[in-house]
């Protein structure tokens, strides 16, 4: 299946498994996102913010000095435990050959802790950075992080069983949207893609398409 497909193969799951109030309450946040008038992300032609962040390994990987290599894509996921993210990660997968082929790596970052932010398949099968954001510190600088309402709030951790504040190891109720910046080897941004609807995600073709305007 596309990764389109089995996006909405994980939305129809989603609207038969989840209770109807969590639905709603979800529904209602995504609408409110996109009724904000707020503008998510970063800029195309905007300087890309240097960072430090820290893989499931313990190591410490440098933005600037990863541009040095060549072009990075960036991609902020909300977790490990969100289905849309784990499609979307393992379809980035596929094309790893591809994005390579373009000189590119793919950095993937996530406000869980380097603990959570992989199950022990993940860590075995994907072949790119991921990297917890502790706080949602970048993702912040980055224009992708939020706040979760109190109504959110307590449809996570009371309806649905997900206290992300344990999963990320803070006292924040926070996460980014879902977000994705293509930055060339001088820091700047060439191309971001933003979409408040977590359940929606750029194709991993039109990744490509992107990364060959470089």
Known sequence: MSMKEQLEQAKSGFIARVPVEAQSQIFRHIAEQQQSGRVYGLKVGDI?????????????????DELIKGPVILTFYRG???????????AYQE??????EYGAQLLAITPQ?????LTQKEKEQLTFQVLSDPHGLVAER????FEMPDYLQHTFKHILGRDLTA???????????????LLDRERVVRFTHANPDFMTRMEPQDLITQLKKL
């Open 48 to 64: 890309a913010p240097n960072f430090v962040l820290t893989n499931p390994l313990g190591e410490q990987i440098t933005l600037y």
């Open 113 to 117: 802790s380097p603990d959570n932010s």
């Open 95 to 100: 094309i790893m050959p591809k994005i390579h």
């Open 80 to 90: 490990s435990w969100c289905p849309y993210c784990n499609i979307q990660l393992r």
């Open 167 to 181: 999963f990320n190891k803070t006292d924040r109720w926070i996460l980014p949207i879902p977000g994705i910046y």
């Open 142 to 145: 980055y224009h992708l992080l």
